[in-house]
Structure formats: structure tokens, C-alpha cells
T-cell receptor, first 115, second 114 residues
Framework: EAGVVQSPRYKIIEKKQPVAFWCNPISGHNTLYWYRQNLGQGPELLIRYENEEAVDDSQLPKDRFSAERLKGVDSTLKIQPAELGDSAVYLC?????????????FGEGSRLTVL | AQSVTQLGSHVSVSEGALVLLRCNYSSSVPPYLFWYVQYPNQGLQLLLKYTSAATLVKGINGFEAEFKKSETSFHLTKPSAHMRDAAEYFCAVSVSGGYNKLIFGAGTRLAVHP
């Protein structure tokens, strides 16, 4: 069974440029998460989807970040415009259902460097 | 609000020695607790989890953790370290509210030397 797939693995852009990250979760997983991991820190939740609905986006900086999960499968996270402080690893995770205590399956992440 | 503190950002042990990675949590309600491992250039992988059943939880690769409510701790141990255990380890608590919102600690990087 394929795991969570993310692309691109690495992205280098200049500040003020846009960037997008794509995630394909494990087949059949209804719940999808985007996390941001800053250097030397643990992941922090940005947004959570149940199917195509964003049920928790309270920590998503909505002035420059947006996300979508059309048809409840793949998801895209966009930053426009990027700032220096956005340099981080963006992790996508999926879960069979959103119930508490369940296992999250993580992708390898997309490492963003903003110059 | 729930939070997790991992004591020691770096831990170094000899191969064959005991591994002890410390995690303390703060939660106003009974928590769900997790340990995840991140090998270089890979995603996070679940090692083990505590979900209010047995307080001693056994996970993959010989790791185990003990939930101690009185100490608000969930330390991760392994009796004998292997070189392949070198990785970053994250403790996490699941926020109550009906769904699995994980709050992660800052991580502990484990180095294993011959």
C-alpha cells in the first residue's frame, strides 16, 4: 500500500513569490492534516480536513496561506506571497478517520527555503 | 491548554546502552499520548501510543513507554540501543474535543555511537 505522497520534496524561492505543495493521502483516509515544522521544533498543525471540509483552520495564516481538498482526496497548500519566515518543512498526514487516538501517517515533507 | 515538554534536545548513548527519552505533558483531561520517530529524510512514524488502557505501552523496534499520571510523564525507553535507532523522537499529546489534534514536543535527537 502506498504511503502519503508529497511533492515537491524541496523548493527554493525568493521572498514574495508564490509556492504550492501537493499531498496525496493514503487511499480511503478521510482525514488529512497539514503541519509546519520549523527547524529544531516539532510539527504544528496548520489545517485539518474531514473529506473536503476544512474543520480546523484556526492556525492557518489566512492572509497568505490557503488550502484546498477538492473531491476529498488530494490536497494543495499554497503560500502567496512567501516570506522569509515561511522557510520550514511542510508535512502532510492522513488518518483513516479523525477519531481521537488514531494513528497519523505522514509523508516525507516538502522543505521550503525562502531567500 | 495541552502541551508537551521534551527534556533534552540531544541525547547520546553507546550501542547496547539503555535509551531514555523524557516527555512531560500538561493536560486538563485524561490525555492520549504518542511517540513518533523521524529518520533522516523520512516522514514521522508512530512508535507507540497510550489511549487509557495499560499504563505500560509496548511499541515497535523494542521501545516502550510508561504513562505515570502522578508525574505527568510518558518517558520512552529501550533496554539496548542499536545504531539504527539514531533518529529524532517526538512526543505528542492529543487534544480532547472529539478528534485527533496532536500537539508535538520540540523533539529529541538520539545519537548512538559504537
Amino acid at each position: 500500500e502506498a504511503g502519503v505522497v508529497q511533492s515537491p520534496r524541496y523548493k527554493i524561492i525568493e521572498k514574495k513569490q508564490p509556492v504550492a505543495f501537493w499531498c496525496n493521502p493514503i487511499s480511503g483516509h478521510n482525514t488529512l492534516y497539514w503541519y509546519r515544522q520549523n527547524l529544531g521544533q516539532g510539527p504544528e498543525l496548520l489545517i485539518r480536513y474531514e473529506n473536503e471540509e476544512a474543520v480546523d483552520d484556526s492556525q492557518l495564516p489566512k492572509d497568505r496561506f490557503s488550502a484546498e481538498r477538492l473531491k476529498g482526496v488530494d490536497s494543495t497548500l499554497k503560500i502567496q506571497p512567501a516570506e522569509l519566515g515561511d522557510s520550514a518543512v511542510y508535512l502532510c498526514a492522513s488518518q483513516a478517520s479523525g477519531g481521537i487516538g488514531g494513528e497519523l501517517f505522514f509523508g516525507e515533507g516538502s522543505r521550503l527555503t525562502v531567500l | 491548554a495541552q502541551s508537551v515538554t521534551q527534556l533534552g534536545s540531544h541525547v547520546s548513548v553507546s550501542e547496547g546502552a539503555l535509551v531514555l527519552l523524557r516527555c512531560n505533558y500538561s493536560s486538563s483531561v485524561p490525555p492520549y499520548l504518542f511517540w513518533y520517530v523521524q529518520y533522516p529524510n523520512q516522514g514521522l512514524q508512530l512508535l507507540l501510543k497510550y489511549t487509557s488502557a495499560a499504563t505500560l505501552v509496548k511499541g515497535i523496534n523494542g521501545f516502550e513507554a510508561e504513562f505515570k499520571k502522578s508525574e505527568t510523564s510518558f518517558h520512552l525507553t529501550k533496554p539496548s540501543a542499536h545504531m539504527r535507532d539514531a533518529a529524532e523522537y517526538f512526543c505528542a499529546v492529543s487534544v480532547s474535543g472529539g478528534y485527533n489534534k496532536l500537539i508535538f514536543g520540540a523533539g529529541t535527537r538520539l545519537a548512538v555511537h559504537p
